[in-house]
């Protein structure tokens, strides 16, 4: 009950192009929804994040959508550029947990 | 303003070893958090250290310990090392315990290779 399946694996766009990431939870506790971005040998860097309060969230290129009631959310990147290109994660956490269970990630690659 | 570091970047152990990870967290936070991320996996919670205690844990089995200092800093302990313990040990400081929602920030990692 408590997965976040993340979609898709891998994603190719070029350049200025839209990047569209989605997941979707089961554990209908969760009330705190970050995205992580993850280069290389790196550790997971928070992107945005969002509380189900709202439905969407938008800072800079990157927006959060969320849906309450079909229990997915999802990251849209506009104007991709090529230093986009890494892992994206989405997870799920709140009050009641404080630990994030994370989706598996997905590869993004911007082509110039 | 440091962030969260973590010691050693890398470590090579056999199977059977023990190992021990470390980690200071980002300054005011009081909350530790452990993630193991295998290759091309998302990270998997291993537990949560808050007030020196562990607070939440992951499906983890015992072979994995952990501890919490007075200054917040941190430890991860491995016995028996398994060649399936070989991952990216991510180490996440926040503030306010298992019932805070406050953003998790994370450090580099230690990487594990177990041979």
């Known amino acids: 009950q408590q997965q976040v399946k993340q979609s898709p694996q891998s994603l190719i766009v070029q350049k200025g192009g839209i990047s569209i990431i989605n997941c979707a939870y089961e554990?209908?506790?969760?009330?705190?929804f970050p995205w992580y971005q993850q280069f290389p040998g790196k550790g997971p860097a928070l992107l945005i994040a969002?509380?189900?309060?709202?439905s969407e969230k938008k800072e800079g290129r990157f927006t959060i959508s969320f849906n309450k009631s079909a229990k997915q959310f999802s990251l849209h990147i506009m104007d991709s550029q090529p230093g986009d290109s890494a892992t994206y994660f989405c997870?799920?956490?709140?009050?009641?947990?404080?630990?994030?269970?994370f989706g598996q990630g997905t590869i993004l690659t911007v082509h110039p | 303003d440091a962030g969260v570091t973590q010691s050693p970047t890398h470590l090579i152990k056999t199977r059977g070893q023990q190992v021990t990870l470390r980690c200071s967290p980002k300054s005011g936070h009081d909350t530790v958090s452990w993630y193991q991320q295998a290759l091309g996996q998302g990270p998997q919670f291993i537990f949560q250290?808050?007030?020196?205690?562990?607070?939440q844990r992951g499906n983890f089995p015992d072979r994995f310990s952990g501890h919490q200092f007075p200054n917040y800093s941190s430890e991860l302990n491995v016995n028996a090392l398994l060649l399936g313990d070989s991952a990216l040990y991510l180490c996440a400081s926040s503030w306010g315990g298992p019932h805070s929602t406050d953003t998790q920030y994370f450090g580099p990692g230690t990487r594990l290779t177990v041979l």
């Open positions: 554990n209908t506790a969760f009330d705190y």
């Open positions: 250290y808050y007030e020196e205690e562990e607070r």
């Open positions: 997870a799920g956490g709140g009050t009641s947990y404080g630990k994030l269970t």
């Open positions: 969002i509380r189900p309060d709202v």
